[in-house]
């Protein structure tokens, strides 16, 4: 009869093989029953709400989040798909979050649906999804798959996005609406439905971000079509920094405009420069042992990998992280997201 650790070393390949096609999220199915709870047992699966189920450290702490913050989109998607099938997608605001690179998990996430039931699903650490049972939902046209995520495209998110998105998430619009090469993007969404007030407010919008000719040529096609549109500015406060129009990667936009907003409280908060230490040695020392925890935080992110040596250290009997430094140190695998 094999030992405690071989069988568990047999559920971690199962457990690797869904990894390796780049899987962190799983219902109670694709696992048999004896392989799911021995790997739940050992602390590398944790389950989530009933019948799913995410990757974990085996030695993470009562209350760390990482592992379920690397896997919640991934969950969401995963979910989703197989509660609603096709007929979801993230509502506007999170649409141009993510359009504007934003992936900050929300507290609750909100999913416009044909057939859901305006309830919120209670996850772990406070967060949830709300599935919102949509009267105007979407055509499909106006879906795209973004990092296995189902969003409005960026167009049809400006055009149904809520007045206040652009005064309660400046950044995200400026970057979004830097996102369009030209108003025929969203001109054709305008006039699609007709949308009079929401071409003044995008056109408001690209003014206050310095796209000027932009802003009159939506202006002049839409009147030109018949509609009555007064140009109206959604920003509180004036863009202070212009994006280059498709300035390439989001994130990058994001950094610029955060930075510019913060710059000037960063500079009167940061504390003047210490100096050299007097121990040399023993801040080098510090140094290291921060550089290895940083390290454990940075590669968590990236989310727990199960590894061959890993299995084979179960395997053996030779895998003791409580007493085991290097296996302390090495506690969540992790390693191998750097190679």
């Not at 189902?150 to 167009?155: A, H, W």
């Not at 913060?262 to 050299?276: D, H, K, N, S």
Request: proline share 5%.
């Amino acid at each position: 009869m094999a030992a405690p650790n071989e069988k568990l070393a047999e559920s971690l390949k199962l457990l690797k093989i869904e990894q390796d096609r780049g899987r962190h999220v799983f219902q109670s199915g694709d696992f048999g029953r004896v392989h799911r709870d021995r790997l739940v047992a050992a602390g590398f699966l944790k389950e989530v709400v009933k019948g799913w189920y995410i990757v974990s450290s085996p030695l993470e702490k009562v209350g760390e989040s990482t592992a379920w913050y690397a896997s919640f989109f991934e969950f969401v998607a995963a979910y989703c798909n197989v509660r609603f099938g096709n007929d979801w997608y993230l509502s506007p605001e999170a649409s141009l979050q993510r359009h504007a690179g934003n992936t900050t998990i929300p507290r609750q996430l909100m999913i416009h649906t044909k057939t859901g039931s305006n309830n919120n699903l209670a996850l772990k650490f406070d967060t949830g999804i709300f599935d919102y049972r949509s009267k105007d939902f979407a055509p499909m046209a106006d879906v795209v798959v973004k990092d296995g995520i189902r969003l409005l495209s960026l167009p049809a998110s400006l055009v149904r996005v809520s007045p206040t998105f652009f005064t309660t998430n400046p950044i995200d619009a400026q970057i979004a609406l830097s996102q369009l090469s030209d108003a025929s993007e969203i001109l054709v969404k305008m006039l699609e439905g007709g949308h009079s007030v929401v071409s003044g407010r995008i056109a408001g919008a690209m003014r206050a971000i310095g796209r000027v000719e932009e802003s009159g040529r939506i202006v002049r096609t839409m009147r030109g079509a018949g509609y009555a549109v007064t140009e109206n500015n959604p920003f509180q406060v004036p863009p202070s920094l212009a994006v280059p129009v498709r300035a390439g990667s989001s994130c990058a936009s994001r950094i610029r405009l955060i930075w510019e907003s913060m710059r000037e409280t960063v500079i009167q908060a940061f504390p003047l420069a210490p100096g050299l230490p007097d121990d040399a040695e023993s801040y080098i020392d510090d140094v290291n042992d921060r550089h290895v925890e940083d390290a454990y935080h940075s590669l968590s992110i990236e989310g727990y990998l199960v590894t061959e040596e890993l299995i084979a250290k179960i395997s053996s009997g030779q895998w003791n992280p409580e007493e085991n430094s290097e296996d302390k140190n090495d506690r969540n695998a992790l390693v191998s997201v750097a190679k």
